[in-house]
């Protein structure tokens, strides 16, 4: 979610906390950099042999490209979609998009049809909300774990939030809020495995009633795992010895590991605390500094409310009271003054067992996680590189002790697989250089700028892990517009990761705004519906890294496209030059598909929502340094940065428009790419409680007004998963 300045309750990812000193560039900016024409020719060619070696042809060469014709599949080589504001979710024509499964859909065969009319309950047995981050995972004929299956397979999707709206009959009820409406949003967050198979017809459907089939919410026990398991931090009255705790919660991005299992990433958890007005008095001085930066301070006078005010459910059970983080009792273990510092992390979970253990790899971190892109190449260390997301946050990787041993792909115990690559290794946060390249600084007691660091002391690892953003502040990481979902060129393990936007960056920064460098350069002003202005980064970029090898310290990059309306000025804002069928805002999610190698593009947007939905394009990947420097002027000011080659009207095209309302999320594929599956997140999530009774004024009705579930044209709409294919019978993408 990704709302404007105009919508303040629930823009929780401008939550701004980097009050840190670390450098922003604009002091460096006038140092000279070299072009790379000679890389980019040479880099074509390589492009044609990868996508060749991909049985496809890349149509980016142009109609002279004898490649681009013949019966070859042609990469992009659909018509693209549209802008709209209808809502309804449209596909390019030749192409097919249906429901597979949305909120409240049954997944157990003890529960009723979902009505959809804000009675439904059992969301532990149901599609949970606010569909997200999603990952396949094949199963065979005989129900094992099968990678090559594109017949049947296991879906791990995340749920965020939920509209509190559309769950209730009339709405929430405010606090003091009755037990049953908690445990409703409490059970429609977390994540869903859910069995899907193809039918006698050629499509999929979910399966339900399938024993594989559980919700995993913010009330399922998981372990912490890593340096920070059983830290001092990590000690609750449920948990003396520091060494679980209840519930992964706001589940965003995702991850899927080689021997796999599905990495959820726990992004906006800071917002489901309630701290009490006067807890900072209570806490020392450290304390104080970690709760502010993780967005999370208050004073004497002024409490800091749970966001759905589950810690004020009318019984007062712990079950609900834990969400309060303050001292209330004798000691840390009689109380829930720690549970702060039990959400925040990549949790690992075995889609294929119910039985095996659930894991919080403390080891990447704690910080608002998008998604976790994992780079595993045999006989090297694994890398797991991460997004923070929230205004002038950090890039992070994670970097194994282990080299990777293809052999542990296929282990039994996926968990114990997971414990040998991602309890042990070094964490690392991204500091930028204007001149293309960068450095890994490392976030350890070893960095003698973390061991140092005068603002906040750090008691031992675990402490560093679980205080991550603070490390990297003491690091001097380089403040990013929004860090979002990574994910990695399966070609040449480039990772492309979104920076959806930032509207505290500015020219000249007050306060908690930061002035552009050569990685973040842009800040402009736009008009939405020609009244609301928006300043800073207001429409995002997609940013490249490349390790030559997935355990380097240093690193070079560039932009591989920046978001913008196509009339925008093509020197400050439309750098990428994009036309009216590629123009998106708000880059968020972004996923490869390895069948096609295609990059597709997913918008969580504010900015644009007046020409269009959100949507998803898909884009032909190049390569870090394939295009050269770029000088922006800004009259009192230059900043210059490093872009990639400019897309044309063959490696970037709008793919799909969603309906109102609502962001486009998640992406999986079958592995022989003849289907896809995405999310629509949150239709109609504007809807005001107030409105609740007259269904016209429902901002979307979707899914219902196109048929699917209970209610039709009048429908409460629903978060759903979509499923999508060529009808053709050919891959997706082409
Ligand atoms: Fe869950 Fe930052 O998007
Ligand atoms: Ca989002
Ligand atoms: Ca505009
Ligand atoms: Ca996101």
Redesign the pocket.
């Known amino acids: ?2 709302k404007p300045v105009d919508f303040p309750m629930r823009d929780l ?1 401008d939550e701004n906390s980097n009050t840190s000193s670390n450098p922003t560039f604009d002091t460096v900016l006038a140092a000279r950099l070299s072009r790379r024409s000679i890389l980019r020719g040479s880099l074509g060619t390589a492009a044609t042999a990868m996508l060749g070696g991909l049985g496809l042809s890349a149509c980016g060469g142009g109609s002279d490209d004898p490649a681009s014709s013949g019966t070859t599949e042609i990469l992009l080589g659909f018509t693209a979609v549209a802008k709209s504001v209808a809502d309804a979710l449209t596909v390019p024509s030749g192409y097919t998009a249906e429901v597979l499964i949305a909120l409240g859909d049954p997944l157990s065969n003890d529960v009723a049809a979902f009505k959809n009319d804000g009675t439904d309950a059992d969301y532990d047995k149901r599609c949970g909300e606010w569909h ?1 981050g999603m990952e396949y995972f094949g199963l065979s004929a005989t129900g094992v774990r099968d990678d090559a299956s594109s017949s049947r397979a296991l879906l791990g999707i995340n749920h ?1 939030w939920v509209t509190q709206t559309f769950l209730h009959p009339n709405g929430p009820t405010p606090a003091p809020r009755p037990d049953a409406e908690v445990i409703k949003e409490m059970q429609a967050m977390g994540v869903t495995i859910v069995e899907i198979a193809k039918g006698a017809n050629g499509k999929f459907a979910y399966v339900k009633g399938s024993p594989f089939n559980r919700r995993i919410t913010t009330e399922t026990e998981i372990e912490f795992a890593g340096p920070a398991r059983g830290n001092n931090l990590l000690k609750t009255k449920f948990s003396t010895d520091g060494t679980k705790t209840r519930g992964t919660v706001n589940n ?2 995702t991850g899927k590991t080689p021997w796999g299992t599905l990495l959820t990433g726990e ?2 958890w800071a917002a489901f605390f309630a701290r009490n007005a006067g807890d900072n008095d209570l806490r020392s001085a450290n304390e104080n500094v970690a709760f502010a930066r993780y967005g999370k301070s208050v004073t004497t006078s002024t409490g800091s409310n749970h966001v759905y005010r589950w810690n004020t459910a009318q019984s007062g059970d712990e079950r609900f009271t834990r969400w309060n983080a303050s001292v209330t009792g004798a000691s840390a273990t009689d109380d829930y003054r720690n549970e702060f510092y039990c959400q925040g992390y990549v949790t690992e979970i075995d889609p294929y067992s119910a039985t095996a253990k659930i894991r919080k790899r403390t080891t990447l971190g704690r910080m ?1 996680h ?1 998604g976790a892109a994992v780079r595993a190449e045999a006989g090297k260390k694994v890398a797991v590189y991460m997004g923070d ?1 929230a205004r002038n946050e950090y890039i992070y990787k994670f970097v194994s002790a282990q080299t990777w041993n293809p052999a542990d792909a296929n282990a039994a115990d996926r968990m114990a697989v997971g414990d040998k690559y991602l309890d042990s290794g070094k964490l690392y946060a991204a500091k930028f250089n204007d001149d293309g390249t960068g450095t890994w600084v490392e976030l350890s007691l070893a960095n003698p700028a973390v061991a140092g660091y005068a603002t906040y002391t750090f008691a031992d690892e675990g402490d560093v892990l679980i205080h991550a953003r603070l490390a990297a502040d003491a690091a001097g990481a380089t403040k990013m517009d ?1 860090p ?1 979902w990574g994910n990695l060129n399966p070609v040449n393990g480039e990772l492309y990761i979104t920076l ?1 936007n930032n509207s505290n960056r500015r020219l000249n920064p007050t306060g908690s705004q930061v002035a552009p460098n050569a990685a973040n350069p842009r800040t402009y002003s736009d008009v939405r519906g020609g009244t609301t202005v928006l300043n800073g980064n207001v429409n995002g970029h997609i940013l490249r890294i490349k390790d030559a090898d997935p355990a380097d310290t240093t690193f070079t990059w560039d932009i591989f496209l920046f978001g913008a309306e196509s009339d925008a000025s093509p020197v400050l804002v439309n750098l990428s030059g994009l036309t009216d069928d590629q123009d998106f805002s708000s880059p ?1 999610g972004l996923v490869f598909t390895k069948s096609t190698g295609l990059c597709w593009i997913q918008t ?1 947007d504010g900015a644009l929502v007046d020409e269009s939905n959100c949507m998803m394009l898909a884009a032909v990947p190049g390569a870090v340094g394939d295009g050269g420097q770029v000088t922006l002027d800004y009259g009192s000011t230059t900043v210059t940065t490093r872009m990639g080659k400019k897309p044309t009207a063959t490696t970037l095209k709008r793919f799909l428009v969603g309906p109102k309302d609502q962001e486009i999320t998640g992406l999986a594929e079958t592995p022989d790419g003849k289907f896809i599956f995405i999310n629509v997140q949150h239709p109609g999530e504007d809807t005001s409680a107030a409105e609740i009774a007259d269904p016209s004024k429902y901002t979307s009705h979707w899914p219902g007004n196109a048929g699917y579930g209970a209610g039709g044209a009048n429908a409460r709409p629903r978060s759903a998963t979509v499923m999508i294919y060529k009808n053709d019978g050919r891959r997706v993408g082409t």
């Open positions: 979610m990704n990812n997200d965020e965003c991005g992004e906006n608002a998008e997301d929004r979002e959806t968020d969580d």
